[in-house]
């Protein structure tokens, strides 16, 4: 079936608004998982669906960042009262079953002036 | 913090030359991924190899795992144009589904 999708792909705001990002992980993945890349670095960790059990939030930055995760298949990272160090790629993966492969969408690269 | 460290950071070859890099990290891992970025936008899984194998293949790619060194290697023989793009190790740890990457080997490929 399609890959991981995401959306938008591009996002400009302005600092001290909200923003949503959302993640359509593959059909049937439980896993899915929200990443963030800064220009020119790796990727850093924010947080991890499994399935129904409770998210790992160990990697958000802080409390301005939440994601849900409905029915579990789409899911939604908000950031709130956004800030210049927000400016970033965002990553949303998914897993599906027993492999440890992440199948990664092409992001959302995000903007905060 | 990231797990994995990627030798060198970047990379200029010549077209038909191989490519190598390598990955550093610091924990007992269960499995360790290679991934590739165009653009800066999504990865793209390349091969996985588990703390109990030392060496996969896949296609032009080469990778080892020395666990006693911490260490792993990606090789891309016969380079091509299409392989210019940002490579990446990630270390899956024991009962952990979570990956740490590494900040990447920019790797350009002239034609």
């Known amino acids: 079936g399609a890959g991981v999708s995401q959306s938008p792909s591009n996002k400009v705001t302005e600092k001290g608004k909200d923003v949503e990002l959302r993640c359509d992980p593959i059909?049937?993945?439980?896993?899915l998982y929200w990443y963030r890349q800064s220009l020119g670095q790796g990727l850093e960790f924010l947080i991890y669906?499994?399935?129904?059990?409770?998210?790992?939030k160990s990697g958000l930055p802080s409390d301005r960042f939440s994601a849900e995760r409905t029915g579990g298949s789409v899911s939604t990272l908000t950031i709130q009262r956004t800030q210049q160090e927000d400016s970033a790629v965002y990553l949303c993966?998914?897993?599906?079953?027993?492999?440890?492969?992440?199948?990664f969408g092409p992001g959302t690269r995000l903007t905060v002036l | 913090s990231q797990q994995g460290e990627e030798d060198p950071q970047a990379l200029s070859i010549q077209e038909g030359e191989n490519a190598t890099m390598n990955c550093s990290y610091k924990t007992s891992i269960n499995n360790l991924q290679w991934y590739r970025q165009n653009s800066g936008r999504g990865l793209v899984h390349l091969i996985l190899?588990?703390?109990?194998?030392r060496e996969k293949h896949s296609g032009r790619l080469r990778v080892t795992l020395d666990t006693s060194k911490k260490s792993s290697s990606l090789l891309i023989t016969a380079s091509r144009a299409a392989d210019t793009a940002s490579y990446f190790c990630a270390t899956g740890l024991p009962n952990d589904y979570k990956l740490s990457f590494g900040a990447g080997t920019t790797v350009t490929v002239r034609a």
């Open positions: 669906f499994q399935g129904n059990s409770a998210p790992d």
């Open positions: 059909s049937g993945h439980t896993a």
């Open positions: 993966a998914s897993r599906g079953g027993v492999t440890d492969t992440q199948y």
């Open positions: 190899i588990r703390s109990n194998e």
